[in-house]
């Protein structure tokens, strides 16, 4: 890996020709990946912005990052696909594009929205049992 510049953090490699290929420059931690169903591959963390682009979340389609909505105000540390092809993300954010969302939001593919009111009041590393008698 001494071809890549380590604070790419993003690459790929293929594994047959042993080469290494940034994906662009993120200054900060990468957290999460997972692949949306578009087949674009999207990236959370503690990064203020990746290659000069968005920041804490953003999606890259083989030839750019680009924010998936509106800019959550804080890092992003989870990241889930549901089946439905909604996404759910969890972090230290407390709004989306100005919205009051805080910690938990789901993309319904056009916007980002509220998870409901047990799952905003979650913090991460909450033990607290939420109403449905499971845990956070």
């Known amino acids: 890996f001494s071809t890549v510049p380590l604070q790419s953090r993003i690459f ?18 990468v ?16 990064f203020p912005s990746v290659s000069g682009g968005p920041g804490y979340l953003a999606r890259y389609d083989g030839r750019q990052w680009s924010a998936l909505g ?13 089946a439905d092809g909604s996404l759910v993300v969890g972090g230290r954010f407390t709004s989306i594009g100005g ?12 916007q980002w929205v509220r998870r409901g009111t ?18 956070w």
């Open 70 to 82: 509106a800019a959550p105000n804080g890092p992003v540390d989870r990241v889930l696909v549901r």
């Open 99 to 110: 919205s009051p969302i805080p910690y938990l939001a789901r993309w319904d593919g056009q």
């Open 118 to 135: 047990e799952c905003a009041r979650a913090r991460p590393g909450d033990r607290r049992r939420r109403p449905s008698g499971g845990r």
């Open 31 to 46: 957290r999460a990946l997972a692949v949306l169903p578009t087949g674009e591959l999207l990236a959370a963390g503690e």
């Open 12 to 29: 790929t490699y293929d594994f047959t020709t042993g080469v290494a290929v940034a994906l662009g420059q993120v200054n900060g931690l």
